[in-house]
């Protein structure tokens, strides 16, 4: 007989356990539609404002040295130019404003890179930088007006210039004001309460910024010691490091001609091209991480509203697209029917909004690069009016610079171009490492399909066939998603994994012995948990060789009803999933989802909600090891409690032994796990032998 005053505690520990695991997934759930529901709205103001202003930053101080290192003025001698004009001494105003507009600058990039390793405070950093470079723009635009008056120029005009120092000080107070305007952004959305008032930068967005920092120090003590053992002007050393370390190789008069300068090129060209190379992995890495993740969420969520207010009443469909429909009744399904039906719309709303995204983000990328081209070679065109450059000749300047080409036919004499072309040189870096990466997800990766796909029609056919090879090509070309897994892939959790699946492989033995131990004294029940304990550990040992498929696994319905059986969501429960709403006034509630649970009810989703997986921005193989871990873990507390209630589990070892349509396991698990129950049994009877 059981003590009550002991027996009631113990009981409710283990209602407090289940109850735990319960909100943990409640939790999580809402957190995951939390973001969902502002998707990548936010993002730029937390993210990439901050990204862009650590990154340009230092730019924009490198500008600013350069503006104020050189006079700003230059006399030019009778059949010379103003690229080889004798220096005018400047007004001690002039050089103690831009000494005190550097000052500014430094301590506002100073702050912000010290809020963001979290050694200054959000609501002391922010004000400093924003109030720092805001200063600094506009003392540099204040030096930059009078320069550009009478007051400053010298008479007559026609034999004085300003030099490479004055255009870059305009440079550097447009970068301040435009970075400082995103910080105000960024605050305003963080008082908002939109995020947190901290940076949570991800580690290759703190390497970029480091990245650049250290690439525009290399830039300029480069062309210090250049413009010393070569007797260059020091800004024109500048110009000379840009375009040698970006690969452009333009030429002209600047070109080591000592032995000590073309000695020291050897080793500071390579390291720069491995600082370039290193920046543009970054970059690369960035864009691949957190803005394809985004824009993926933005665009689902945008077409998953639009599929769903597209529902035909009469007809019984929704719309995918101009010219394609899918059914969409319920009429006379049973609830798994009537999921899958869910699931199959929701897969077509994945594709479409991916492969919008992926045009999307090309079409962005190209007309940024085509306007760097355009809009530089109109600059180049005035700049270089002494020359008298037409605008094809700009053209034809600019594109050999932006692919790296640099034949030298042509080359920059004016102090604005020159000037103008280390800015924009810098700016190609980012603008075509991006059109290249996303171009890799739609041309590139046409072109190679279509070039694999003809090859194995002719010369290569593989040992399929040449029938089989045709119809996988056009699902190819039509789809552009099948699943492939990379051999040999890797990541660097690979031993946390392993030590996971030896963990795991450790309670599949543990539990499956218990779980025959049980059968054969013919308790039934602790049978089937056990059993089903095993197949959980099972499965996330199955599942976790999925988490570095590229590209990432998309598993059929058949599999994702399998394993949400296996997490106590069984899609022929028609109490356990919520029906999606297909009409709904979005301006009386805003913020309330299609086919999600309202406030207060349970942990519900449909597979067109955004608790849905296929709207998660988590892969989906990711979001199966989350939940087979946590309900495992859930069982092993419960296995725990002493007073825990057995129940029976969503699957058992009766599932295999008399299959029932309507409750089987997925069939080629099936048959491994009939495989692996036999192996166990042989050897339990090896054992009791040797006993």
Known sequence: MNDPGLDEPAQKAAQDVEKNGKEQDQEKAEAQEQRFLDPSRWWFASTACPLIAGTFGPIANAFSICALVEKWRVYIPPGADEGHGVKVEDPVWLVAVNSVSLVFALAANIALLLNMTQRLKFAIAQPITIVGWFMASFLLIALVSVASTSIFRIEPMTEHALSQAYYYGIMAAAIYFIISSLMIFTVFGAYRNHYPKEFRLTSSQRTLMLQT????????????????????????????????????????????????????????????????????????????????????????EMKREKVLGSMDDEERTVKLGLFEKMKFSEKGLSESQRREQEFRIMRRVQEKAGRKRRYTALAISSVAALLLWFLGALVFMYAEKPQDWSYFVSLYFAYTSLLTIGYGDYTLASNAGKAFFVFWSLMAVPTLTILISNMGDTVIKAFRDLTIWIGSLTVLPDEKGISSTFSIGLKRLRLGNLYEPKEGATSSGASEKGMLDKLAKHIEDEEL?????????????????????????????????????????QYTYQEWNYYLRLIGQDEGDTSAHRKPKIHQDRKANSNTDLGTANDGEEQTWSWLGIRSPLMGSQDEAVWLLQSLSATLEREMQKLRSPHAKKEPPPISMADLKKRDDSKALEPNHEKELQKEISAAEIRRRGQKSNV
């Open 213 to 300: 920092i250290g690439f525009m120090f290399y830039l300029l003590i480069g062309a210090l010691v250049f413009s010393k053992v070569e007797g260059w002007n020091y800004l024109d050393a500048v110009y000379w490091a840009d375009f040698t370390l970006l690969t452009v190789g333009i030429g002209g008069e600047y070109v080591p001609a000592t032995h000590a300068g073309r000695s020291l090129l050897f080793f500071y060209a390579i390291g720069g091209i491995v600082m370039v190379g290193l920046v543009i992995g970054s970059i690369r890495s960035l864009i691949l991480e957190r803005g394809k993740e985004k824009m993926s969420a933005r665009f689902m």
């Open 513 to 553: 012995e218990q779980a025959e131990e049980a059968g054969e004294h013919g308790d039934y029940l602790e049978r089937d948990i056990r059993f089903y304990h095993y197949v959980l550990a099972r499965e996330l040992r199955e599942v976790m060789r999925d988490i570095n498929a590229s590209p990432p696994r």
